[in-house]
């Protein structure tokens, strides 16, 4: 089952049990994997997106619901905060789990062995091997300076 057929069934599930906010979020995430489809069709790509681009949309969605919930509870709506949260809850059941702190470590040494990197210019060979084995699992913004100080230090 696709990552795409288990929101389908979420959003059906939801529908049939009317949780009203379970909905809601998972009309937004189908709503954001609709408008990349119809993006990919006008540039004359593929319609279906796979698991990778679906895990890419859900990651954008979560930072962007991390940064409301900071900017909401900075000006006192704890309420709007929360609510983010829930959103944030329902999207993290579609991710894959998330790697610890040693573990991305780890996955940061193996990608810069087996690029054979050997100067900060080797970066994005470095990223696009993390990206391609842990799409979901990492931030990678916080990556890239693992990264940084790792090749110059």
Not at 18 to 43: H, V
Not at 51 to 60: E, F, P, Q, R, S
Not at 124 to 144: E, N, P, R, S, W
Request: net charge negative; glycine share 8%; charged share 35%.
């Amino acid at each position: 089952m696709t990552l795409r057929d288990r929101v389908d069934a979420a959003l059906k599930q939801a529908m049939r049990d009317r949780d009203a906010a379970r909905l809601a979020t998972l009309r937004l995430i189908n709503a954001a994997i609709k408008d990349q489809e119809i993006a990919a069709r006008g540039k004359g790509g593929d319609t279906q997106l796979g698991d990778d681009d679906v895990l890419a949309i859900l990651g954008k969605m979560t930072k962007q619901r991390y940064e409301s919930v900071r900017a909401y509870e900075e000006a006192g709506r704890i309420d709007l905060a929360e609510r983010e949260e829930q959103e944030v809850a329902v999207i993290a059941e579609f991710l894959p789990r998330q790697l610890s702190e040693k573990e991305v470590n780890e996955a940061v040494e193996a990608a810069i062995q087996e690029t054979e990197a050997t100067s900060i210019r080797d970066m994005g060979k470095i990223m696009g091997v993390l990206k391609a084995k842990y799409t979901g699992q990492m931030d990678f913004g916080a990556v890239g300076p693992k990264i940084k100080d790792r090749m110059t230090g």
